[in-house]
């Protein structure tokens, strides 16, 4: 079993920079696949991005390619969403996610555990 548990969102302001964390528990959490996921205020949940439990292998939506980047610290049992030049269409509640089958897939359905979600807002 494996709980999740987000944190870093804020208000900020467009062309600002934050850094969400997803701090983790259980002793296998670093062979797992984590992922970022985000949900606006009506739409459905996006992938964000993905990494590898080796922190070697990253995958990004187009929308945040180049913006944002994902990293972890298998030490720390965390991992990190970097956002930088951000934007107000990146408003959204993120959620991390984690995948004990090393799928890196962008489905959402492919995540076994979820955290509870860190609002981000963006202000133009």
């Known amino acids: 079993q494996v709980q999740l548990v987000e944190s870093g969102g804020e208000l900020v302001q467009a062309g600002g920079s934050l850094r969400l964390s997803c701090a983790a528990s259980g002793r296998t959490f670093s062979r797992y696949t984590v992922g970022w996921f985000r949900r606006a205020p009506g739409k459905e949940r996006e992938f964000v991005a993905t990494?590898?439990?080796?922190?070697?292998?990253?995958y990004y939506a187009e929308s945040v390619k180049g913006r944002f980047t994902i990293s972890r610290d298998n030490a720390k049992h965390t991992v990190y969403l970097q956002m930088n030049s951000l934007k107000p269409e990146d408003t959204a509640v993120y959620y991390c996610?984690?995948?004990?089958?090393?799928?890196?897939?962008?489905?959402?359905?492919?995540?076994?555990?979820w955290g509870q979600g860190t609002q981000v807002t963006v202000s133009s």
């Open positions: 990494i590898s439990w080796t922190g070697r292998t990253r």
């Open positions: 996610a984690a995948d004990p089958q090393e799928s890196l897939s962008t489905r959402a359905r492919a995540y076994d555990y």
